[in-house]
C-alpha cells in the first residue's frame, strides 16, 4: 500500500459457510486498524421472553430450536439447569453417560460439518465442499462418513439428528438397550480411524500466521475432557460454579448486533470454544486424543487461531474415543429418568457446546412455571474475541491484494465456527481503507 | 408441480449435456437446522452436487449466482421489514418455491410472538429495544408470496426433502402422504402409547412425516410436523382432559413449533378462552 492517505475499500457482501447472518465491517486508517464491527443482523426470535409462562418440562424441546447444528448443547443446558433449580444432580451413572454419549455425537456431527465442510474450502481455495470433492473427493467422502458416524450416534440415543426428541428433564423418555449401542460400534470404531485421520490432514494444512491471545474460557472437572458439567476456568483466574456466571461475566446490547456481547467483568474480551478447551483442559484429553495433538505438533496452548481446526480435530477423535468407552461400559439404567419435581427456585446449567461454552438459567415457580430465562450462547461470548482476532488478522495480513484479504477475514470470522442463529443472527464482510 | 421451463440463465452446457436445473436455499427467521439437513444426506449430497447447480446456498458454499433459480428452497419465517421485502425478491427470482420447515410453513415457534406483546418480549431479551427492527408478527411464507410445495416438520425429514427435490426434477408430485402420525405408528408396529399407558398424544391431529419417533421413544407426539388436514382436535383434547391434561396443558401443547397454523391456533384459543 503507497501512502497513509489512501482510500481502499474491500467487500465481500456475504461472509458464507457459517450458521446464520451477520455482517462485519473493518475500516483502516492508513496500516492501522481503526474499527472492526461484527455485525449480526440474524432477526431476534425472542427465545428468552417466549419461555416465560412455559413449563419447566417444555425448557429442553423449546430451546433445542435456537439452533439445529448443536440443539443437544441447549437441551442438555436445559435440563442441567432445570435438574439444578430442583434440586437434583445426575452427575454419575447411566443417564449421565447417555448424555455424554449422544453430546459426543453432537460434536462429532458438528464438528465434522466444520472441519470439512465450512472450514477446509478456505485453506485448499475452493468455495465448498462440493466444490472441494471434484478435486479431493475422498477427503470429503471421509468428512461425510465422519459426519454420518455423529448423525447416527445422536439419531439412535435421540431418535433424529436434527432436534432429537428422546432428551427431558431427569434423563430421557426411553434408555437404549447395551445391544441398541453395539450397532454402532464398528461405525464409531471407523469414524475414530477416520479422526485420527483428519488430525494429520488437518495439521498439514497451510496456516495463515497470526497470534491472537485472548482470555480462554472453558469448563473443567476432575476425572474428563469438558463436555457436560463442571466449574467455569479461565487461564485469567476464573474458576467459579456456573452459578456465579452473572457475577463475573456482563453482557452488552450494541447498536450494530442483535447479539449481546459478552465480557468478563474484571477484564473484558474472553474465547469460548475447542481451542480454549484446548488451553485449559488438554491434560484431560483421552490418550488416543493426547497423542494426535501431540504427533500433529499442537502447543499446550494454541495462539494461532487458524488452527482451530486442528484443535477441532483432536476434538473429533476425543468425542469418537469416549463414546466407544461410553457404550463398552454402559449399563442399562432401572429407569429411563429421575424424578424432577419442582419448586420455587434459580437453576443453572453450563455446558460446552461445539462451539463453546453455553449457559442457561432460570427461574420456576413452585408449580414448574418458568418465570424468567437467560441463555448465554458461545457465539455471543465470543463475539469480541473474534472481532480482536480480525484486528490481529488484518494487521499481520495488511500488505494482502484487498480481495485476498478480504478472504482471510472471512476464514478468520469462521475460525470459531460462528453460530450466528445462536447469537440471535449473515454475515456481510466490508473492509474500509482510510 | 411440473418442472420448470429452462432459463437462458442456466450454467453453459458440458459438451451438449442437458443443462443441470439449478437450487437456490435461502434463510429467514430461523435455527438453520431444515437446510442442515440438506448437508445431512451424507450419502446422497455429492450425487446432488452433481445433478444440480448449487447456485446459492450460503451455508455451504461463499459462490453465489445470480438468479434465477430453477428450484428455491425457502427456510425461516418473516419476522422482519427487511425480510418481507427480501421473500418478494426470493420469489421473483425462483421460478418454484418450496419452503422447508415449521417456520416457513407455519412462523415456526417464533410465532409465539403472535399472541403477545412484541415491544415486551424485545425488552426482556434486550437491554436497548430501539436496536431491534422487528415485526409484531412471524408470518409463514405463504402469508407473504405464492408457494408451489410446503415441507413441514420442525426438522423437515431429510428423506422427505430428497423426495420433494427428485420429484421437481423430474416433474412430477411429491409423494408426501397427509395422513396422521398415527398411521406411521401402526406401518412401524409402535403400540399405541396412549390407548395403552394412558400417555397424551398429538399424533391423532399431526401430519405425518417424522416415522412417528416419539411414540418409538415411549413418549407423546408434541406435534412438531403440524397439523394434518382438518384436525379433529376437539375429539380429542376431550380424551386429553381425561387423561389428566389441564386447560393451560392444553393451550401449552398447541402452542409449539406450529402456534400460528390455524388449525392448532384456534385449538390453543379455544382452551385459552376457558
Given at each position: 500500500?503507497?501512502?497513509?492517505?489512501?482510500?481502499?475499500?474491500?467487500?465481500?457482501d456475504?461472509?458464507?459457510?457459517?450458521?446464520?447472518?451477520?455482517?462485519?465491517?473493518?475500516?483502516?486508517?492508513?496500516?492501522?486498524?481503526?474499527?472492526?464491527?461484527?455485525?449480526?443482523y440474524?432477526?431476534?426470535?425472542?427465545?428468552?421472553?417466549?419461555?416465560?409462562?412455559?413449563?419447566?418440562?417444555?425448557a429442553?424441546?423449546?430451546?433445542?430450536?435456537i439452533?439445529?447444528?448443536?440443539?443437544?448443547?441447549?437441551?442438555?443446558?436445559?435440563?442441567?439447569?432445570?435438574?439444578d433449580?430442583?434440586?437434583?444432580?445426575l452427575?454419575?451413572?447411566?443417564?449421565r453417560?447417555?448424555?455424554?454419549?449422544?453430546?459426543?455425537?453432537?460434536?462429532?456431527?458438528?464438528?465434522s460439518?466444520?472441519?470439512?465442510?465450512?472450514?477446509?474450502?478456505?485453506?485448499?481455495?475452493?468455495s465448498?465442499?462440493?466444490?472441494?470433492?471434484?478435486?479431493?473427493?475422498?477427503?470429503?467422502?471421509?468428512?461425510?462418513?465422519?459426519?454420518?458416524?455423529?448423525?447416527?450416534?445422536?439419531?439412535?440415543?435421540?431418535?433424529?439428528?436434527?432436534?432429537p426428541?428422546?432428551?427431558?428433564?431427569?434423563?430421557?423418555?426411553?434408555?437404549?438397550?447395551?445391544?441398541?449401542?453395539?450397532?454402532?460400534?464398528?461405525?464409531l470404531?471407523?469414524?475414530?480411524?477416520?479422526?485420527?485421520?483428519?488430525?494429520?490432514?488437518?495439521?498439514?494444512?497451510?496456516?495463515?500466521?497470526?497470534?491472537?491471545?485472548?482470555e480462554?474460557?472453558?469448563?473443567?472437572?476432575?476425572g474428563?475432557?469438558?463436555?457436560?458439567?463442571?466449574?467455569?476456568?479461565?487461564d485469567?483466574?476464573?474458576?467459579?460454579?456456573?452459578?456465579?456466571?452473572?457475577?463475573?461475566?456482563?453482557?452488552?446490547?450494541?447498536?450494530?448486533?442483535?447479539?449481546?456481547?459478552?465480557?468478563?467483568?474484571?477484564?473484558?474480551?474472553?474465547?469460548?470454544?475447542?481451542?480454549?478447551?484446548?488451553?485449559?483442559?488438554?491434560?484431560?484429553?483421552?490418550?488416543?486424543?493426547?497423542?494426535?495433538?501431540?504427533?500433529?505438533?499442537?502447543?499446550?496452548?494454541?495462539?494461532?487461531?487458524?488452527?482451530?481446526?486442528?484443535?477441532?480435530?483432536?476434538?473429533?477423535?476425543?468425542?469418537?474415543?469416549?463414546?466407544?468407552?461410553?457404550?463398552?461400559?454402559y449399563?442399562?439404567?432401572?429407569?429411563?429418568?429421575?424424578?424432577v419435581?419442582?419448586?420455587?427456585?434459580?437453576?443453572?446449567?453450563?455446558?460446552?457446546?461445539?462451539?463453546?461454552?453455553?449457559?442457561?438459567?432460570?427461574?420456576?415457580?413452585?408449580?414448574?412455571?418458568?418465570?424468567?430465562?437467560?441463555?448465554?450462547?458461545?457465539?455471543?461470548?465470543?463475539?469480541?474475541?473474534?472481532?480482536?482476532?480480525?484486528?490481529?488478522?488484518?494487521a499481520?495480513?495488511?500488505?494482502?491484494?484487498?480481495?485476498?484479504?478480504?478472504?482471510?477475514?472471512?476464514?478468520?470470522?469462521?475460525?470459531?465456527?460462528?453460530?450466528?442463529?445462536?447469537?440471535?443472527?449473515?454475515?456481510?464482510?466490508?473492509?474500509?481503507?482510510? | 408441480?411440473?418442472?420448470?421451463?429452462?432459463?437462458?440463465g442456466?450454467?453453459?452446457?458440458?459438451?451438449?449435456s442437458?443443462?443441470?436445473?439449478?437450487?437456490a436455499?435461502?434463510?429467514?427467521?430461523?435455527?438453520?437446522?431444515?437446510?442442515?439437513?440438506?448437508?445431512?444426506?451424507?450419502?446422497e449430497?455429492?450425487?446432488?452436487?452433481?445433478r444440480?447447480?448449487?447456485?446459492?446456498?450460503?451455508?455451504a458454499?461463499?459462490a453465489?449466482?445470480?438468479?434465477?433459480?430453477?428450484?428455491?428452497?425457502?427456510?425461516?419465517?418473516?419476522?422482519?421489514?427487511?425480510?418481507?421485502?427480501?421473500?418478494?425478491?426470493?420469489?421473483?427470482?425462483?421460478?418454484?418455491?418450496?419452503?422447508?420447515?415449521?417456520?416457513a410453513?407455519?412462523?415456526?415457534?417464533?410465532?409465539?410472538?403472535?399472541?403477545?406483546?412484541?415491544?415486551?418480549?424485545?425488552?426482556?431479551?434486550?437491554?436497548?429495544?430501539?436496536?431491534?427492527?422487528?415485526?409484531?408478527?412471524?408470518?409463514p411464507?405463504?402469508?407473504?408470496?405464492?408457494?408451489?410445495?410446503?415441507?413441514?416438520?420442525?426438522?423437515?425429514?431429510?428423506?422427505?426433502?430428497?423426495?420433494?427435490?427428485?420429484?421437481?426434477?423430474?416433474?412430477?408430485?411429491?409423494?408426501?402422504?397427509?395422513?396422521?402420525?398415527?398411521?406411521?405408528?401402526?406401518?412401524?408396529?409402535?403400540?399405541?402409547?396412549?390407548v395403552?399407558?394412558?400417555?397424551?398424544?398429538?399424533?391423532?391431529?399431526?401430519?405425518?412425516?417424522?416415522?412417528?419417533?416419539?411414540?418409538?421413544?415411549?413418549?407423546?407426539?408434541?406435534?412438531c410436523?403440524?397439523?394434518?388436514?382438518?384436525?379433529?382436535?376437539?375429539?380429542?383434547?376431550?380424551?386429553?382432559?381425561?387423561?389428566?391434561?389441564?386447560?393451560?396443558?392444553?393451550?401449552?401443547?398447541?402452542?409449539?413449533?406450529?402456534?400460528?397454523?390455524?388449525?392448532?391456533?384456534?385449538?390453543?384459543?379455544?382452551?385459552?378462552?376457558?
Amino acid at each position: 500500500m503507497s501512502g497513509a492517505s489512501r482510500t481502499r475499500v474491500l467487500r465481500a457482501d456475504y461472509l458464507a459457510r457459517v450458521e446464520g447472518e451477520g455482517a462485519m465491517y473493518v475500516r483502516l486508517e492508513g496500516r492501522e486498524v481503526a474499527e472492526v464491527k461484527l455485525r449480526i443482523y440474524e432477526p431476534p426470535r425472542f427465545f428468552e421472553a417466549l419461555l416465560r409462562g412455559r413449563a419447566f418440562t417444555e425448557a429442553p424441546d423449546i430451546t433445542a430450536r435456537i439452533c439445529g447444528i448443536c440443539p443437544i448443547a441447549y437441551q442438555m443446558s436445559a435440563v442441567r439447569a432445570m435438574e439444578d433449580a430442583c434440586g437434583v444432580h445426575l452427575d454419575q451413572g447411566p443417564l449421565r453417560d447417555l448424555r455424554r454419549l449422544i453430546y459426543c455425537g453432537e460434536w462429532m456431527e458438528s464438528h465434522s460439518l466444520h472441519v470439512y465442510m465450512l472450514h477446509a474450502p478456505d485453506f485448499l481455495g475452493y468455495s465448498s465442499a462440493i466444490e472441494m470433492a471434484r478435486e479431493h473427493r475422498e477427503v470429503v467422502e471421509r468428512g461425510l462418513r465422519m459426519k454420518k458416524a455423529g448423525n447416527a450416534l445422536m439419531a439412535l440415543v435421540g431418535g433424529r439428528e436434527v432436534h432429537p426428541i428422546n432428551v427431558r428433564v431427569g434423563g430421557f423418555y426411553r434408555a437404549p438397550t447395551r445391544r441398541e449401542l453395539g450397532a454402532v460400534t464398528d461405525q464409531l470404531q471407523r469414524a475414530r480411524e477416520i479422526a485420527l485421520d483428519t488430525v494429520r490432514w488437518a495439521a498439514g494444512l497451510p496456516f495463515p500466521q497470526a497470534v491472537c491471545e485472548p482470555e480462554h474460557v472453558a469448563l473443567a472437572e476432575e476425572g474428563g475432557y469438558p463436555i457436560d458439567r463442571g466449574r467455569i476456568i479461565s487461564d485469567g483466574g476464573l474458576d467459579i460454579a456456573p452459578a456465579q456466571f452473572d457475577e463475573h461475566i456482563v453482557e452488552q446490547h450494541v447498536e450494530h448486533s442483535n447479539a449481546l456481547q459478552a465480557r468478563i467483568r474484571e477484564r473484558g474480551i474472553y474465547l469460548t470454544g475447542p481451542l480454549a478447551r484446548y488451553a485449559l483442559c488438554s491434560s484431560a484429553l483421552r490418550p488416543l486424543a493426547r497423542d494426535a495433538a501431540h504427533d500433529a505438533g499442537l502447543p499446550e496452548v494454541c495462539s494461532n487461531p487458524f488452527q482451530s481446526i486442528v484443535v477441532r480435530s483432536v476434538e473429533l477423535v476425543q468425542a469418537c474415543d469416549e463414546a466407544l468407552a461410553l457404550i463398552d461400559s454402559y449399563e442399562e439404567p432401572d429407569a429411563p429418568a429421575v424424578e424432577v419435581t419442582p419448586r420455587r427456585a434459580v437453576g443453572h446449567g453450563a455446558t460446552e457446546a461445539p462451539r463453546g461454552l453455553l449457559y442457561h438459567r432460570y427461574e420456576i415457580d413452585e408449580d414448574g412455571t418458568i418465570l424468567d430465562a437467560r441463555i448465554v450462547p458461545p457465539t455471543s461470548q465470543n463475539q469480541l474475541a473474534i472481532e480482536e482476532d480480525l484486528r490481529a488478522v488484518v494487521a499481520e495480513h495488511i500488505d494482502l491484494p484487498e480481495e485476498q484479504l478480504a478472504l482471510r477475514c472471512e476464514q478468520a470470522i469462521r475460525n470459531h465456527d460462528p453460530c450466528i442463529s445462536c447469537a440471535t443472527h449473515f454475515l456481510q464482510l466490508t473492509v474500509e481503507r482510510g | 408441480m411440473s418442472s420448470p421451463p429452462k432459463h437462458e440463465g442456466s450454467p453453459p452446457n458440458q459438451e451438449g449435456s442437458t443443462p443441470k436445473q439449478s437450487l437456490a436455499v435461502w434463510k429467514f427467521a430461523s435455527c438453520d437446522g431444515c437446510q442442515l439437513s440438506l448437508l445431512d444426506c451424507e450419502d446422497e449430497l455429492l450425487l446432488l452436487g452433481e445433478r444440480l447447480e448449487i447456485s446459492y446456498f450460503l451455508e455451504a458454499s461463499s459462490a453465489t449466482v445470480a438468479g434465477p433459480y430453477d428450484v428455491s428452497l425457502v427456510e425461516g419465517s418473516i419476522t422482519t421489514p427487511h425480510d418481507a421485502e427480501r421473500i418478494q425478491e426470493v420469489r421473483r427470482s425462483s421460478r418454484a418455491l418450496i419452503t422447508i420447515g415449521a417456520c416457513a410453513t407455519t412462523g415456526g415457534i417464533q410465532a409465539l410472538r403472535n399472541f403477545a406483546d412484541v415491544e415486551e418480549f424485545a425488552s426482556i431479551v434486550y437491554a436497548s429495544p430501539e436496536y431491534v427492527s422487528t415485526l409484531d408478527t412471524s408470518t409463514p411464507i405463504s402469508a407473504h408470496v405464492a408457494v408451489d410445495f410446503e415441507l413441514n416438520g420442525c426438522p423437515i425429514n431429510k428423506h422427505q426433502l430428497l423426495e420433494v427435490i427428485a420429484a421437481h426434477l423430474a416433474g412430477r408430485r411429491p409423494r408426501v402422504r397427509a395422513h396422521s402420525v398415527c398411521v406411521e405408528c401402526k406401518r412401524r408396529g409402535t403400540v399405541c402409547v396412549t390407548v395403552a399407558r394412558g400417555v397424551p398424544c398429538l399424533g391423532p391431529v399431526t401430519h405425518a412425516g417424522c416415522g412417528a419417533i416419539c411414540p418409538a421413544y415411549d413418549r407423546g407426539c408434541y406435534g412438531c410436523y403440524g397439523p394434518m388436514e382438518a384436525p379433529n382436535t376437539p375429539a380429542l383434547n376431550a380424551r386429553m382432559a381425561e387423561l389428566g391434561c389441564e386447560e393451560v396443558d392444553l393451550v401449552r401443547v398447541y402452542r409449539t413449533f406450529h402456534a400460528g397454523a390455524d388449525s392448532f391456533r384456534q385449538a390453543s384459543e379455544a382452551h385459552e378462552r376457558r
